[in-house]
Structure formats: C-alpha cells, structure tokens
C-alpha cells in the first residue's frame, strides 16, 4: 500500500514553557522566544499535582500580551468545570488531563466549539490505547515524559513506546491529530521522541536556561526534523 502522505509529520513544533521563565518579566521573556510556534503554560492546581501556578486571570494577562499563540496544558482537577474557561480568553490550544476528567470527549468538543484546539494529555503510567479510537476527537494528544508537577527533571525514556504506538495509529487512520511530549526534552532527548513519532516539543529548561533561547529554539528544531520518524505506515 502506498504511503499516506502525512501533513502532520511535514511541521515541528517547538512550544517553550513559561514555567522556566522569569514570571516577573513574562514580557521580557517572551521577546527572548520569537521563533517558538507556541508559548507552552502550565496551569496548576496544587490538587491533581503538587504545585501551584497559574490561574485564568494570569493567563488571560500573557494572552493579552503574547504575540505568540498559547498552548495551555492545564494539570488541574475538574477540567470540565475550569478548562471552557481558557478557550474562552483566547488560548490557541487548551489541553487537560485523561486522568482528571470524566467525559472527555465532551469537553474536548466544547473546547472546539469555543474555537480553541482540543488537546488531552496522559502522566507516563497511563495508558494510550483508549485513545485509539476517538482520536480525532482532539487536536493534540500529550504524552507525558516526567511525572507533571515541576521542570527540570530527567526525560523518561520509557515513555517512548506509548508515542510510537499513538503515531502508528495515527498514520493508520491518517489523522491531523499532533503528538506532543512534555518533561525532560532537550538537546540530548529531542532524537528519541522525535524518532518514536512526536511532532511537537514542550521544553521549559533548556530553552529557557539557555543563553540565547531562540538560537536553542533553532537548535532543537533541526535536531527534531533530522531524526523525525520519516515514513509513517
Ligand atoms: C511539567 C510541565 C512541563 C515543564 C517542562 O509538569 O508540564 O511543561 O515545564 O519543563 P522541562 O522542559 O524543564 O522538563
Ligand atoms: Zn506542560
């Protein structure tokens, strides 16, 4: 059987996370990151992790003053109730929990019908094959590769076969839908994910730690397009 030509894979996105940045200088920060494709915001809620961030009134300030289109990843309890909310202020991209909700599919279609992307995310123990069959249902599925709650730690490898799995799938069905992988992505993991099928970054540390966070942007993105995942079956 031919090659399904593959929109999805053709484009890299590189989403730096504000969770890394100076949140005193968001404007600041936001000018050293140009070149990203999104600006990556961790919403948390101090229940479903361990940690607490940002709310919508917050957010709804770095929408007002981002040139840069928000990708929202929202680690909160009770999205149905919060994550409408986020659409609604604008965010290009709002994306919750599998774990924290309860009709997902729901939610991710009031999410587009308030004009954002629909996106789901699962922690690393959780499994994806229940996606299988809804995934165009969502704009974005998010494998985790840390455990969520904070930046900087180390990428979890075994993680991998979960995003091999969904872009199988994915190529199989011949969807739109983005993989994404958040936690522990820089220079020295980029390859593998991008290797297992994942078409879009989150990296909050090695962007944001790095001198010159657009020349990192660069980097990674090169680093993504050489080892990505060339034919999907
Ligand atoms: C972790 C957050 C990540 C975090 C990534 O719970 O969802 O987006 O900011 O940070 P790094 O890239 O430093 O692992
Ligand atoms: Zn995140």
Known sequence: MDAVPDVNAEQIRINPSILAADFANIQSELARITTADF?????????????????PQMV???????PIPLDVHLMIDEP?????GYAELGAASVTFHLEAATE???????????GARAGVAVKPGTPVENLFDVLDEFDQI???????????????HETMPKVAALA???ARRGSAVWLQVDGGV?????????RAGADTFVAGSAVFGADDPDAEIQVLRALAERHRRSARR
């Open 39 to 55: 600006v990556h915001v961790d919403v948390m809620d101090n229940h479903f992790v361990p940690n607490l961030t940002f709310g």
């Open 60 to 66: 709804e300030r770095i929408q007002a003053t981002s």
């Open 80 to 84: 149905e109730r919060w994550a409408p």
């Open 104 to 114: 997902p599919v729901a939610l991710a279609r009031r999410l587009r019908a308030l």
């Open 142 to 156: 998010l494998v985790m590769t840390v455990e969520p709650g904070f930046g900087g730690q180390s990428f979890k």
């Open 168 to 170: 199988d799938e994915v």
């Open 186 to 194: 820089g220079i020295s993991t980029i390859e593998h994910a991008a």
